[in-house]
């Protein structure tokens, strides 16, 4: 079966550092791998997505990911971070092996913090 | 274009109660799914639908019923509220196939008492 995990609850950095929010997921076969931002109160937004090809992915807002297939994680990246990207972070997986019902497993979160 | 819109934003029934949430996308999307959102446990998938006339049931789907008789629309019906089921609900929709990533509405903030 598919999972995915984040192991930090909550992530503190200040503004104009880089930040990193970790995600290692399980999947049987070749991993599709999504991250996901949602501020307050609101639903949540698409940020990049890893499907083939480079390890590196960039995404919308100055983020970046990048697969590792021998450590099964797909971390998310920011080289310097800004008080606007405190929100709530969600990493999902998608099996390839899992069949045409496009079925995503979210994992539980990550709040980040980014303190002035 | 509106994306996915969901009604009401804001609900609080009485247990035993009935009620279905609204949703609806304008993007032609094959594929609609609601999830519920709980402290600490992620967006856990109740039901999905990849086409009109065709639903499923996902991680969570005991106490809910959807139907979808038109690719615009993907409504969650709640039976018979139990306090369980106070949640946030979210609805999303997205293209067939694997890679494609979902676009979520603004959810639904259900309080059963």
């Known amino acids: 079966a598919q999972s995915v995990a984040q192991p930090e609850d909550q992530v503190n950095v200040a503004e104009g550092n880089p930040l990193t929010v970790k995600c290692t997921y399980s999947?049987?076969?070749?991993?599709?791998l999504f991250w996901y931002v949602q501020y307050p109160n609101r639903g949540l937004q698409f940020l990049l997505k890893?499907?083939?090809?480079?390890?590196l992915v960039k995404g919308s807002y100055g983020f970046e990911a990048e697969f590792n297939k021998s450590q099964t994680s797909f971390h998310l990246k920011k080289p310097s971070a800004l008080v606007s990207d405190s929100a709530l972070y969600f990493c999902?997986?998608?099996?390839?092996?899992?069949?045409?019902?496009?079925?995503?497993?979210f994992g539980t979160g990550t709040l980040l913090a980014v303190q002035p | 274009n509106a994306g996915v819109t969901q009604t009401p934003e804001f609900q609080v029934l009485k247990t035993g109660q009935s009620m279905t949430l609204q949703c609806a996308q304008d993007?032609?999307?094959?594929?609609m799914s609601w999830y519920r959102q709980d402290p600490g446990m992620g967006l856990r998938l109740i039901h999905y639908?990849?086409?009109?006339?065709?639903?499923d049931q996902g991680e969570v789907p005991n106490g809910y019923n959807v139907s979808r008789s038109t690719t615009e629309d993907f409504p969650l019906r709640l039976l018979s509220a139990a306090p369980s089921q106070t949640s946030v609900y979210f609805c999303a929709s997205s293209y067939s196939g694997l890679k494609n990533e979902q676009y979520f509405g603004p959810g639904t903030r259900l309080t059963v008492t």
């Open positions: 999947v049987s076969g070749n991993p599709y």
């Open positions: 993007m032609n999307h094959e594929y």
């Open positions: 999902a997986v998608r099996d390839v092996l899992g069949g045409a019902t496009n079925k995503l497993i």
């Open positions: 639908s990849v086409g009109a006339g065709i639903t």
């Open positions: 890893y499907i083939t090809g480079d390890n």
